[in-house]
Every structure is written in structure tokens, then in C-alpha cells.
């Protein structure tokens, strides 16, 4: 997603000179001849910075400072003076102006504080973002304890289906993304096939295949290494999948599932809600979750192998019991 800017200035000259350079300059620019029209804008488009004239028609642009440091503080405003408001652009800079451009505007430096301002919207987002998915991530970890209790673990255990579901559920919650899946590594074919997922029609589920060491999952699932892709289009080894367009955007996350050391499977991440791409502070987050998926998956294995033991164990009883009922009839025969 393009870093995007507003512009308020009921100066059709100067919206249209700072839109054709900023543009220039790769930013999504949206622009109003009001602050009304301004407010509107926000309140329907993602922005990342202003830029604010500082007298407009109806409701000034001090006033629309205070209802945007009202309303979304993170925001910088940068706003647009003239050389005879030297008092009014202090108070501005008091009401939490980021900083101050003067009319005519020197649009290479006007380059300059935009990108800083966008940077710093960014940084405080990024902020934001990590701070609520710690608090999804606490709330999951807890919901998923929930499920685990020992009057059911047997239960529980036998029917894993719930909680790798589950954890689907958590991970797509957490990092706020529409796609997730686990795929698992058939031994015999050496084939991954997705197990579980969410935001996939239920056609792409069942005919997903990819061969170990192919394509983005396959490869990963050989090298036993996590890869993130911040821009498919921008990557020389790997090409978009056959499945787009189900995928929105063109960032995605793979990590592998390891059980004793080996790869047993991989999770994959696409369509960041907000459009954006993935980083390493998501990939962090997912890579932990890989490991709770790896620690079930031990755990169901584990209990599989007690299930059987069990059985065998039952089955050896069961002949120890006939050879004891024959030795004691044959005993009886002999007596």
C-alpha cells in the first residue's frame, strides 16, 4: 500500500501543484478545498500524513488541527502558512502541529518533512498494531488453556481436529490476515496437502497439492527454514500462485512445523487485512505459533502411540488371560 497524503487548501493552484509533485514522489495524494471536506476525507480514506492550510473558508484550520489531534492523535499534521500568520502558526505548533511549510512552498522541502511525517505514522501505527496483537495473542494463550483440562483431555487428545482448527482460528485473529492454512507432509508421496485453513474456498482445500521442495510451501518445507515474502512480483525464485486471485496482496509468511527435528508440515499466511505487508514482527509472532502447532502435533502423535500401546497391551492381556484358563483346564484334566 502507497504511503497516502491529504490535502486541505481551498487554493486550487496550490492543491493541484502539490498533488502533481508528491505523486511524483510515489504518494497517494487525496485532496479538499475544505476542512469539512478534509474531516470527510479521514474519516474514509487511510492517510499516514496532512498537510493543512491554516486559514480556510467556515472552519479554519486550527480548528480541524484540534478535532484531528482530537480524534487521532498519531496523525502528523503539517501545516501550510503565509507570511503574515507568524502568531497563529505558534498556537498551531502548540495544538500539536507536526511542522510548518510556508507559502510559495519549496517543494523539495516540503519532500522532506512529508517523508519524515509519513515515517513517523507509520512507526506509531507498526506501534499500535504490535501492542493490540500482544493483547489478542494474551487472549488466545488463554482460550486455548481453557480447552485443555484433564476430566476431557482424552477426549481432547483423540479429536485434535478441535484444536488445530482453533489455532487457525487464533493465528488469522492475531495477525489480522484472511488466510491461513496448515499443510502437513504426506510421507509416501512426499506431498503437502492442506489440513486445515481459514479464508480458503472449500475446492482450493481439496485440490492444493504442492510436492516437497516445489514452489514457496514445498520449499520451505524441504529446507526446514521460514521464509517471508514482502512483494511476490519483486522475487526472482518464486512466481504468484496458481490460486490467485484469492490472494489480495502480494506479501505472504511460510514457516515450518518440526517434530523431532523434521518437517511434518508448513503454515502459511496471506491477505494482510489492512492490505500492507508482512514484517518481521509478524513473523515473529507466526513462528511461535508454528511451534504450538508443532507441540500438538507431538502431542497427538504421542498419544496415538499410547492409544496403541494400550491396545497391544489389552490384546496381550487378553491372551495371557486364555493361557492361563487352558493351563488350568489342562491341569484339571491331568488331576
Known sequence: MSDSVLVVDDERLFRTLVTDHLTKEGYR????ASGEEGLQTLAAEPVHAVLLDLVLPGVDGMEILRQIKRDRPELPVIMVTG???????LSAVKD??????????NLEELTRI???????????QA??????QV?????????????????????????????FQRVIDFIADVLEVEIVSLMLVDEATQTLRIAFARGLAEDVVRNARRKVGEGIAGRVAQKGEPLLIKDIRQETTFSESRFYPNYGTRSLMSVPVKV???????????NKRSGESFDEYDMAVFATFSCL???ALANAQLFQQLTRSVEELAQTNEELRRANRELEKRLQQAG
Open 127 to 132: 506501534k499500535q498494531r504490535h501492542q493490540a
Open 135 to 163: 493483547e489478542k495473542l494474551q487472549t488466545s494463550a488463554l482460550s486455548l488453556t481453557n480447552l485443555i483440562r484433564w476430566d476431557v483431555l482424552g477426549e481432547f487428545l483423540q479429536d485434535d481436529q478441535v484444536l
Open 29 to 32: 495524494v487525496v485532496a479538499a
Open 83 to 89: 507570511h503574515r500568520t507568524p502568531q497563529r502558526a
Open 293 to 295: 502447532v508443532s507441540l
Open 260 to 270: 523431532n527435528g523434521k518437517t511434518v508440515g508448513v503454515l502459511n499466511a496471506n
Open 114 to 124: 512529508v517523508g519524515r511525517a509519513v515515517l513517523l505514522a507509520r512507526t506509531s
Open 96 to 105: 500539536g502541529a507536526y511542522d510548518m511549510v510556508s507559502k510559495p512552498v
